[in-house]
């Protein structure tokens, strides 16, 4: 059994049906062969040869009766471009795919080879800043609300089954009602806005959590999230009850680094707006192995496909300058709320210094080491139970049964 979604298609391949917004769209037979080979290998190269071992096993036809099938499918599925012709060589679906159902087997291999409870349907809404950009947001869990600030890189619908988020969402929506937003310019949110800067990513915040009708809430800050985090909560120290700091840092390269280091990011940048997104394997590892440098070829496939989806090239390129000129080191010390701060001994895009400063600046703050070289913490790892354990300490998740405590380091 095998169903597709995409956008508000939904593609039925047992019973040969395509439907848009529960509207069934006749597709004469090769047009459904053709699509669902597409959209079975979203966002991988489909060479023609493929095409015609899949489509057309048993005859001998031109490339015509595949650029036909091609040029129907794109007018049906107008206005929307989910379909990418790699010249001389094939086409790519470059939607976000998920496939709805799923056998245990396929679910384990999904996740790298470990099964991981399927996620039920999240609560998607959307809102608009004062200054009219249209922000995603998404509610699950029906615990004491925790609010996530927005980092780099996410996309609410395509990150949903992720091998390399839905652990994080499942833990966190057994003890929460989770609020996650994509920020303008990325995800679900608004791509084209005149305006990102480190305010309006504060600003944004604001909005979602006024629209999910939230008086007081924990914070968590991922990576670029914290500094966000912190900022919200040294404006809003009566909103904020606990703060959450993983992989964060309070200012960015473009404020403490060296010669070098400067050199080495708009070299990042100008190769940001050059290769994102289009499947280049160079890049791709470069990029995907500071963030991941233990993942599995899975994970790997996962956060390239999540480039690709989550913003534009020029978008991704205005992120990363914004990202590297933050600075809410003046913030720190005004930060009241109890803070968790939690990074990995040997994360390659933060550096644990950064994580260290944190805990010494902001008061009272509790410092955790994570055993790990991921910037993003998998399920597989080790140091994701000892992550869960500092959590549940925390934030009181059935505190009378919580595993003991790994010892913390304060260096």
Known sequence: MAKYLFGNYLLDVDERRLLRDNEEIRLRGKLFDTLHVLVENAGKLVRKDAFMESVWPDSVVE????????????????????????PRHGYRFVAPVRNVVRSAASQAVAAGGRSITPLPRQDIRFSVTEDGVRLAWASIGDGPPLVKASNWLTHL???????IW?????????????????ERGNGMSQRDVPDVSFDTWVRDLETVVDAAGLDRFSLLGISRGGPIAIAYAVKHPERVSKLVL?????VGLYHYGSPEELE????????????????????CRM????????????????FDDLQRVSTSAENAARLIEV?????????????????????????????????????AEIPNARYASLPSANHLLLAEEPAWKILLQEFSAFMGWHEESAAPMREVSGS
């Not at 009766?65 to 989910?82: A, E, F, G, T």
């Open 63 to 86: 490339d015509n009766n595949l650029d036909y099938c091609i040029s129907q499918l794109r007018k049906l599925l107008h206005p929307v471009k989910y379909i990418e012709t790699v």
């Open 157 to 163: 619908d395509f990150e949903w089954g992720s091998p």
């Open 166 to 182: 839905q652990h994080w969402w499942t833990e966190l929506s057994k003890h929460h009602r989770l609020i996650r937003y994509d």
């Open 246 to 250: 993983y992989g964060a840092f309070s």
């Open 264 to 283: 080495a990011r708009r070299a990042l940048i100008s190769l940001t707006r050059l290769d994102w997104g289009h499947h280049h394997p160079a890049f």
């Open 287 to 302: 990029f995907t192995n500071r963030f991941m440098p233990n993942a599995t070829p899975v994970h790997e496939n996962w």
């Open 323 to 359: 990202d590297s000129n933050i600075d809410v080191r003046r913030f720190l010390r005004q930060v009241q709320a109890p803070t968790l701060v939690v990074h990995c001994d040997r994360d390659q895009v933060v550096s644990p210094e950064h994580g260290r400063q944190l805990a």
